[in-house]
T-cell receptor
Framework: DARVTQTPRHKVTEMGQEVTMRCQPILGHNTVFWYRQTMMQGLELLAYFRNRAPLDDSGMPKDRFSAEMPDATLATLKIQPSEPRDSAVYFC???????????FGPGTRLTVL | GENVEQHPSTLSVQEGDSAVIKCTYSDSASNYFPWYKQELGKRPQLIIDIRSNVGEKKDQRIAVTLNKTAKHFSLHITETQPEDSAVYFCAASSSASKIIFGSGTRLSIRP
């Protein structure tokens, strides 16, 4: 049963520290999405990639967030420096550009103290 | 860009009754409307979707309706059961990939 995987599942860090979250999309999928979920904002789209190329990162604070796909099996979301307001669950999802369906990973719960 | 509004934000129904969640969208080019269910502490999972060339779709106790003219779509759950308790998200997409989500509805089923 192919699934999107994310690491770490939980991360607690102090304000100012760098945080890197990783995602392994389902093998063969060529679209990858990063979402942030908070109680107040629901599911916000931060960035998405097609065939490893970033297509839209307008939802991402550019000064501290960066998203990359070093290869087709790995997507990363980095926050530097982290702030308490970044505390949230970060979901990665993958899919095919020929289909609208997205498959979500289990999420990374980030707490910034 | 696309904006999706979802109502209500919370909904409590008696077990066995029906639940209805409504969404509106702004981009007339949107042609794909999925619904995701998220149980507490879990990932969102697709439960049903509808495309703009269809007005209604059913899957057992779940149905979705779409009114393209009014730009709104709804999720109907009949004969609700305790395991239906979750947060439900509607979404809309006008491209092959990008999906915009509504703010979610927390559904509680009272025994």
């Amino acid at each position: 049963d192919a699934r999107v995987t994310q690491t770490p599942r939980h991360k607690v860090t102090e304000m100012g520290q760098e945080v890197t979250m990783r995602c392994q999309p389902i093998l063969g999928h060529n679209t990858v999405f990063w979402y942030r979920q908070t109680m107040m904002q629901g599911l916000e789209l931060l960035a998405y990639f097609r065939n490893r190329a970033p297509l839209d990162d307008s939802g991402m604070p550019k000064d501290r967030f960066s998203a990359e796909m070093p290869d087709a099996t790995l997507a990363t979301l980095k926050i530097q420096p982290s702030e308490p307001r970044d505390s949230a669950v970060y979901f990665c999802a993958s899919g095919l550009d020929t289909s609208n369906e997205q498959f979500f990973g289990p999420g990374t719960r980030l707490t910034v103290l | 860009g696309e904006n999706v509004e979802q109502h209500p934000s919370t909904l409590s129904v008696q077990e066995g009754d029906s639940a209805v969640i409504k969404c509106t969208y702004s981009d007339s080019a949107s042609n794909y409307f999925p619904w995701y269910k998220q149980e507490l502490g879990k990932r969102p999972q697709l439960i049903i979707d509808i495309r703009s060339n269809v007005g209604e779709k059913k899957d057992q106790r779940i149905a979705v309706t779409l009114n393209k003219t009014a730009k709104h779509f709804s999720l109907h759950i009949t004969e609700t059961q305790p395991e239906d308790s979750a947060v439900y998200f509607c979404a809309a997409s006008s491209s092959a990939s990008k999906i915009i989500f509504g703010s979610g509805t927390r559904l509680s089923i009272r025994p």
